[in-house]
């Protein structure tokens, strides 16, 4: 079992920046891909970016390209999202997710329970 504990959401004007955190626990987080995905208000949950257990591998949903960074600390058990030039758009329900294989990424085996992210115009 993984434990997943998101931070780091809130409320940003247009063009600002975040960066989520999400703290895992339990089973060996290096043996983890890492994702995260968001749910917009009457939208369905989609994928953001994913980085694999070495951090040599990542992936990313074309609408953050060049936007977005994620990357990870295996020393501590944690997983990043840097959001730059946020957008309205941008607002959603953000998840952590580990998943045993990256390259089926988008079928997470743990999810965290979420944080807002609300960018203003």
């Known amino acids: 079992q993984v434990q997943l504990v998101e931070s780091g959401g809130g409320l940003v004007q247009a063009g600002g920046s975040l960066r989520l955190s999400c703290a895992a626990s339990?089973?060996?987080?290096?043996?983890?891909?890492m994702g995260w995905f968001r749910q917009a208000p009457g939208k369905e949950r989609e994928f953001v970016a994913v980085?694999?257990?070495?951090?040599?591998?990542?992936n990313y949903a074309d609408s953050v390209k060049g936007r977005f960074t994620i990357y990870r600390d295996n020393t501590k058990n944690t997983v990043y999202l840097q959001m730059n030039s946020l957008k309205p758009e941008d607002t959603a329900l953000y998840y952590c997710?580990?998943?045993?294989?990256?390259?089926?990424?988008?079928?997470?085996?743990?999810w965290g329970q979420g944080t807002q992210v609300t960018v203003s115009s």
């Open positions: 339990g089973r060996t987080f290096s043996n983890y891909a």
């Open positions: 997710a580990a998943m045993r294989d990256y390259r089926n990424y988008q079928f997470p085996n743990y």
């Open positions: 980085i694999g257990w070495s951090a040599l591998a990542t």
